[in-house]
């Protein structure tokens, strides 16, 4: 009897074993992870072991070409090539990409290979983006809902500091780059400068530049990516490559000297109060000529950019601010995008001053969107390193020289938003119209925390000058590809 019951009883606990573990199993997000976190967490772990495993895979050159010479080690690295092929061609064709990796054509298999999975990467990012923007609760085939900025705005709250930001992203609006005259381009070809006139130049730009038939010429080049065909037309004609990668004010930046006035005591030139201060919106190319025709008889203005990277792949610059003692301006650099290489008249003049805050990003934002570049520069930003300010924020900066407290609302805002809403414009608009006070405020200090010697200026003048410098780059010409150019340049009867 006491048998009976005892068995009764195991399997009764049995029962509810399997009971539970039925209802887990129900409760799974899918097999093996409880939830989102459990998944994620596990990815981010399985990447993490990756990232680590490549690391300690032969580097590229003459390491790589050294195990590449044993036969052992060929086998293996076609075998594993073969079967990361394989897995990234499911996920292609999971996700209704095109997903034929493996049959391609051996002599731009590198170039084909980098282009599909490139294109795989916008669908299947712009999938996500489409599945979060519905979790969010919002349907993408409405029509546009605008301004953004007035719908209630999610809070980020940053783990390195106690403030917080609000991130305004605007719904459903149509991608600007749908209409830029100019096709953006993701793929990993060497990014070639779109400058094609140099104002202000001393060393002339090289002939590449500036014939721009030059591709129309070469009709043989037309089936392979542009930066690869200007790569090709650079060895063909025994051209230096290197022209087509160099900063094009490199000869003027290097020659640059710093006159005595910008490196003596300057007395801070009081900011015209923000209300009486006229704003002009710039967003045809006759208001832009206008502008730079008024930028080139000054002696300085303020410069900021305002950049939109969320679900982006290499971002886009939305928005320019120039501030000069008396007016402000903002310039719709999506709508302007093609034209704003104007502005390099005065970019580009060695007599006047641009004064950026953290101009890092700027620098290549400007190369690479507008082909715009800059000489005689001053970074606010390096001038507060220098004189060891307890934060070099401009917001600090702001509230230091000024007495500002800046509007940290829209710091994450989405800036494709047009129109723009008055809270953003006037955000923007902060961001320079007191730089040049600041800009004078930051010689002053650094003249008088050096005993009136411009030494501690001058560096910071130098270090201005090597931002400046600065060259967007993306993409890659490695060893081989230059070999695969040797070969394609063959394949099509070219001496190289």
């Not at 294109?119 to 953004?148: F, H, T, Y």
């Not at 832009?288 to 950019?305: G, H, P, Q, R």
């Amino acid at each position: 009897m006491s048998l009976s019951k005892s068995n009764d009883d195991s399997n009764r606990e049995v029962l509810d074993s399997n009971s539970d573990t039925n209802e887990e199993d129900k409760n799974e997000l899918c097999p093996g992870f409880k939830d989102v976190d459990a998944f994620v967490k596990h990815g981010f772990g399985v990447v993490l072991s990756a990232t680590k495993a490549s690391a300690g895979l032969p580097q590229p050159g003459d390491e790589f070409d050294f195990y590449r010479s044993f036969p052992g080690f060929q086998e293996f690295c076609e075998s594993q090539g073969d079967q990361i092929l394989q897995c990234m061609s499911q996920i292609m064709q999971h996700h209704g990409c095109r997903s034929h990796v493996k049959d391609r054509n051996k002599l731009t298999a590198v170039e084909e290979r980098f282009d599909l999975v490139v294109d795989s990467n916008d669908v299947i990012l712009e999938r996500a983006g489409i599945l979060l923007d519905e979790a969010d609760g919002v349907n993408r085939n409405q029509k546009p809902v605008m301004p953004a900025g007035f719908q209630p705005p999610k809070i980020v709250s940053p783990l390195f500091q106690s403030e917080t930001f609000r991130l305004l992203h605007a719904k459903n609006i149509a991608r600007p780059q749908l209409k830029f005259k100019e096709k953006i381009d993701n793929s990993n070809t060497p990014f070639v400068p779109k400058i094609f006139i140099k104002p202000n130049a001393v060393k002339p730009l090289p002939s590449y530049f500036t014939n721009k038939q030059i591709r129309n010429e070469r009709p043989e080049d037309l089936d392979v990516p542009a930066a690869l065909a200007d790569l090709i037309h650079q060895q063909r004609t025994q051209e230096h490559v290197e022209d087509m990668f160099a900063h094009p004010y490199q000869y003027e930046l290097d020659h640059l000297t710093v006159p005595d006035s910008l490196l003596s005591k300057p007395e801070p030139q009081m900011y015209k109060p923000i209300a009486e201060t006229k704003l002009s919106f710039i967003d045809s190319l006759e208001d832009l000529v206008e502008l730079n025709e008024k930028l080139c008889k000054l002696s300085e203005f303020a410069v900021d950019l305002e950049h939109h990277s969320y679900r982006s792949f290499l971002g886009l610059t939305c928005l320019m601010q120039i501030s000069t003692r008396d007016e402000d301006f903002i310039i719709d650099t999506l709508e302007l995008r093609s034209e704003m290489y104007i502005l390099n008249e005065a970019f580009t003049d060695p007599t006047i001053v641009k004064v950026f805050h953290g101009a890092d990003s700027d620098i290549e934002w400007l190369q690479r969107d507008f082909g715009l570049y800059v000489v005689n520069l001053f970074d606010t930003h390096q001038g507060s390193r220098a004189l060891h300010l307890a934060r070099n924020s401009l917001d600090h900066l702001l509230r230091h020289f000024c007495n500002v407290d800046s509007d940290k609302r829209y710091q994450l805002a989405d800036w494709r938003i047009r129109p723009l809403p008055n809270e953003m414009v006037q955000y923007a608009r902060t961001d320079t119209h007191y730089l040049l006070y600041i800009y004078d405020c930051v010689r002053a200090q650094l003249l008088d925390s050096n005993h009136g010697q411009p030494g501690l200026l001058q560096s910071v003048w130098n270090k201005s000058k090597d931002i400046s410098l600065t060259v967007f780059m993306t993409g890659f010409v490695p060893h081989h590809l230059v070999h695969y150019v040797g070969r394609l340049a063959f394949c099509r009867g070219v001496q190289i």
